[in-house]
Structure formats: C-alpha cells, structure tokens
C-alpha cells in the first residue's frame, strides 16, 4: 500500500468506473490469498486451500468453517479469524473510502460497488463518511466486548464474539457457538449488537447529526423488523404447539436463531435441526432474505426485496 502510494504520488489521474470495480474485485481475491497464511502456517496443519477458504470465509463474513475442533485451537488463530470477519464486516470497504481519496481516487465509485445508499450524503466528501463510521464500528464493537465481559465472559471470548457480532459474521472459539455459555444474557446482548450491525450505518450518522427518528422512519428498517416479527412469530407458535416448548423457551430458541440466520451472521444458541420440517424449512429461505442495505449484513437485503 505504501509502495503504490509513493508510486502515484502526484499524479493527476484518477481510477474510471470500470477501474474501481476491478480494484474491488482485486482487492477481494488478494487480501485473503494474504490473510491465508497464518492459518496454513499454524499448528492446525491445514493446506493452503483450506487456509484461502477459512480467510476468505472471513473476509466475505460467510463464517463457514473447515476447523474442527474449535475449543483446542490456537488462541491466535480464533482471533486472527475474528478479526478477519471484524475487517470484512465493514472495515476493509470503510478503510479503502477513507484510503482512496488520499490517493487523488473517486472513493465514491468505490463506494457504490459496496452498495451503500450515498444518495443522501450526510457529510459533504465519502472520506468524512467513512471515518465516521469507522468511529461508530470500533465503539459499537468496545460497547459490545465490555457487555460480553460484564454478563461472564473471559475478555479473549468476550473480544472475539463482540467482533464477530457487529461484523454479523458468526465465527466463535467453540464449535458448539454462542449456545456453549447457554445463557440468556449472552444471547441478548449479542442479538442486540447484531440487529446494530444489520441497520444502515448511514442512519446511525443521522441520528448523531440531531435527525433522532431517522431509524424509525426508514422504510427498509421498518420491513426489516416486521419481516423479523413475523418469522419469530411463526417459529415460536411451532415450539410451543408442536414441540412442547414453554413460550419463553421459544421465543428465547426462536428468536435468537431466526435473527442470527435472517442477517447471515450464523450463531447457532441450539440444535434446530431436531425442531422438525418446517421451522428448519423456514430457516433455510430466512438465510436468503438478509438484514439492511449499507449494513454489515449478508445476503439479498431488504430494500431488493422492495
């Protein structure tokens, strides 16, 4: 990066549409070719293919895993991954806003291939957008370690789940996920940063610049929660009726698993695939809906949908 830097520094050129788009592309089949070898040079003996899958499983946020055996890994390697995902999340496109026009480069084309809604731009250049939401990423990810630890979490677990959170990834130290602590406060408050994570982060901008409803009056988040309602709803009406499920049981099982599947970020609180053919159905095409445009969020989104 700094190579490239001094190389066109001064320069009066400026990437085209059509640049900015192979440079995304680029820069996502490159930096998990990069990111790869820590694993495959680790004690999990994996091969290079394996270790390009697991980072770019990061990157990408997708949390699939080739690691068995998750609780006796490594600590560096559970963190490298839960950075991975806390930079895929939203860092990397971030970095690269706020990188680009420093460079003399349209940071906004890049900006549109990530599909963030800038119609509206709530500050005058991308790169004031952008570090701005890296301000708010790095405290909601802070907010989010110190309530891990406060509700009984080891810092090192608390750091890992708290990135992986926000980022809507999904990667933990276990293989059993957020459901080996079995707790609710656990639960909660990683539910709680994740829907964080699958709002538009522009409308949190909004919020700080004074427009306190701007949340609230957004169409897509309206959807987004009414979508969400109407899938818990479904979910728990079929634990209680059909599986003997008390109603806080459900609601608790139900919940936290159609949020994490809904937004792609892939926690899993219980086996669900003993609940029977229709919530793990319903689960399945929950995966394809996805949280909010211009959110940390996986999968089509919402305002497609609309």
Known sequence: GVMMMLATQGSSKQLNLRQAFLLTILVWVILPGIAALP???????????????????GLTTTGS??????????????LWRAILQWLGGIGVVVMAIAILPMLQIGGMQLFKTESFDTSEKILPRAGQISSAISGL??????????????VGLSPFDAIVHAMTSIATGGFSTSDA???????????????????????????????LRGRTLALWR?????????????????????????????????????????????????????????WGSFPVALLFFTGLIGGCAGSTARSVKIFRYQ
Not at 39 to 57: G, N, P, R, W
Not at 137 to 150: D, E, R, S
């Open 137 to 150: 990423y790095v405290a909601f990810t802070a907010l989010c370690a110190i309530l891990m630890m406060l």
């Open 177 to 207: 996920s957020i459901g080996q602590y079995d707790s609710i406060a656990v639960e909660m408050v990683s539910l709680t940063f994740i829907l964080i994570g699958s709002l538009p982060f522009i409308l949190y901008l909004q919020i």
């Open 65 to 78: 895993t080739v690691i068995v055996g998750l609780d006796h890994a490594p600590p560096g390697i559970l």
């Open 39 to 57: 694993m495959a040079f680790s004690v999990l003996d994996l091969s290079y293919t394996d270790a390009y899958f697991e980072a770019m499983s």
């Open 218 to 274: 957004d169409q897509q988040v309206k959807t987004f929660f009414i979508t969400l309602l109407c899938l818990i709803s479904l979910v728990t009406s079929w634990l209680v009726i059909f599986k003997g499920f008390t109603l806080g049981e459900a609601l608790r099982y139900g919940g936290f698993n159609i949020i994490s599947i809904m937004t792609g970020t892939g926690y899993a609180s219980t086996n669900y695939m003993l």
